[in-house]
């Protein structure tokens, strides 16, 4: 079973920029789909950012668009959030997530990185 590991939360103004990294294990990761999803306290997990495996196609909720820009390196099986311009309603835990065939069934979540952004 792959393993997501987040990291590049934190505490940031707004107006400001973070850039969150998810490491997975195994061999296959340039074989599936990626997800960058959220949960704001009270609030139900949402959708960020998505993208294909070879990376050529991306997915971003209209609330993070121009803003937010999710990347891959494959020889690094490492995905990618880069947040520009935050705003406090963007203060959340970021999961990311495998999407293995394709069809928005995510199989594998990583533990959460801390996204507070102040105002």
């Known amino acids: 079973q792959v393993q997501l590991v987040e990291s590049g939360g934190g505490l940031v103004q707004a107006g400001g920029s973070l850039r969150l990294s998810c490491a997975a294990s195994?061999?296959?990761?340039?074989?599936?789909?990626m997800g960058w999803f959220r949960q704001a306290p009270g609030k139900e997990r949402e959708i960020v950012a998505a993208i294909t495996w070879s990376g050529s196609s991306t997915y971003y909720a209209n609330s993070v668009k121009g803003r937010f820009t999710i990347a891959r390196d494959n020889a690094k099986n490492t995905v990618y959030l880069q947040m520009n311009s935050l705003k406090p309603e963007d203060t959340a835990v970021y999961y990311c997530?495998?999407?293995?065939?394709?069809?928005?069934?995510?199989?594998?979540w990583g533990q959460g990185t801390q996204v507070t952004v102040s105002s």
């Open positions: 195994g061999r296959t990761f340039s074989s599936y789909n």
């Open positions: 997530a495998r999407d293995p065939d394709g069809t928005q069934r995510y199989d594998a």
